[in-house]
C-alpha cells in the first residue's frame, strides 16, 4: 500500500479502538447513494455509513440547513443557552412521536450517549438500579450503554451488575421461543429479580447488529404488558432503524407498542452527530445539570436534524422504504433461487438481512470468513455493506432512504455477483483477515 495512501495514513493516525472496517474503502467525497475511493471510484453505499446518512450524501436539504445554521449561528451549546433550531427540532419530535402527557426531548451526540443518559435518567428517577436487555442487543459504546448491550462480540466489557439478558426470540433458526423467554422473565421476576428492582427494559424494535432479526409477532406487545404490570419502564432504541427505515416512521409501530421513552440517533443527524431521547417530563425534568454535554444541542446539528424529519416526513420516506424495500427482499429472493448461501431474506423496509448459511437443511450458518469475503468481493465489485449477528453471517443492507430502484438493482447483480464468485473462491483468505473484527 502507497505510504501516503489515505488508508495508510488512517492506519498509521487513527486508532483501532475507534474502528470497524470491513473493506478497504478510503472515501475522498460521496453524492447521493455513491462514495468515492481514493482512484476516483463510486461505491454505491448499501450501508448508508450504518444508517447515519439517512439522505445519502450531500442533501440539498442537509447542505441548506447546515450552511445556514453556521453563517448565523446561535451559540454552539444548548446548556445555558436556547437556540431556535434545537427547540424547532424538540417541538417536531413530540409532534411526530405519538405518546401522552406531558413529553420532554433531551439532545445528545450519538445512540450511545442517549441510551447512556436514558438509563442514568430512568433509574434516578425511579429510584430502581436493574436493567432488563436483550443477548445480541447493541445499545452503544460508552460506559452506560455498552454495560446494557449484549453483543457476543463486546464481551471485552462486563455487563452492569443486576443486568438480566434475554434471549431475541427468532424465527429463523429458532433457540427459544417467545412464550420461553417470557417464562425466562418470570423466573427471573420470582426469583433473582425482583420487578420493583428494574427500571427500565431496552429494547431495539429489530434486534440489528445481533442478525437483523425481526421479532415474532405478538413478542414485544407481550414483553410491554409483563413490565406495565411491574411498572417498569419501556425504552425504545430507534437509534439505527428508526425515522422511516423500517416502512413505518417509528418500528415500534409495527409492533404496536406505546413506548414511554424513545431514543433516536445516527440518521437524525443526516451524518451530523445528533441524538435525541423522548421521555415524560417526570422523568426528563428529573434535575437540572444531570446530563449535560457542552455542544449537544447546538444549532447546527439539530437545524441539519430538522431538515432530515422535514424530508422524511414531507416526502414520505417511510411509504418509500417501504416499497423500496420490498422490491430489494424480492430481488434477494430471487438470488436465493441460485445461491445455496442464502439461508434467509428477511427485515423491514430497508433494513435487510441476508443471512448466509453452510447448509439449508440445518440452517448452520457459514463461517465467518466467507461472510467477510461476499462483503470483501461486493466492495472490489463497487458496494459498500457490512455484515452483523452473534454469527457473523447476516449480511445487513441499509441503503440510504433515498436510493433509487437503478441503485437498488445495481446493488442486487453486485451481491449476486459476490456470492457467486466468494463461493468458488476468488478471494484469499489473507485479503480479509483484517476485516474480521466483531
Ligand atoms: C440500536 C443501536 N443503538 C445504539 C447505537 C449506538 O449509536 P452510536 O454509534 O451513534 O453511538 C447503535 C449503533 O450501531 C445501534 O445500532
Redesign the pocket.
Known sequence: MDKNSLAARDAAAIAKIQTLRFNPLAATGGAGSYLQDEDGRRILDLSAS?TAAALGYGHPAVIEAMTKAAQDMAGASLLMIPNEPATALAEQLLAVTPGEGERRVWFGH???DA?DAAMRVASAATGRGRFISFIGS????LTGSMSISGHTAMTHSLPRPGLVLLPYPTVYRPRFTPEEVLAMLDYQFETTCPPDQVAAVFI?PIL??GGLIVPPEGFLKALEARCRQHGILVVL?E??VGLGRSGKLHAYQHDGLTPDMVVF??GLGGGLPL?AMIGPAAILDYAPAFAMQTTAGNPVCTAVGGAVLDVIISEDLPARAAAMGEKMRAGFVKLAERHEMIGDVRGRGLAIGVDLVASRETCAPVDATMTAKVIYRAYELGANFLYVGLNANVLEITPPLTVSEAEIEEGIDIIDRALGDAASGVVADQSVQAFMNW
Request: proline share 0%; net charge negative.
Open positions: 450504518a450519538s445512540g450511545s441510551n447493541y445499545h452503544g459504546c431495539e440489528s447488529d432504541d437509534v439505527k440517533g445516527k441524538s
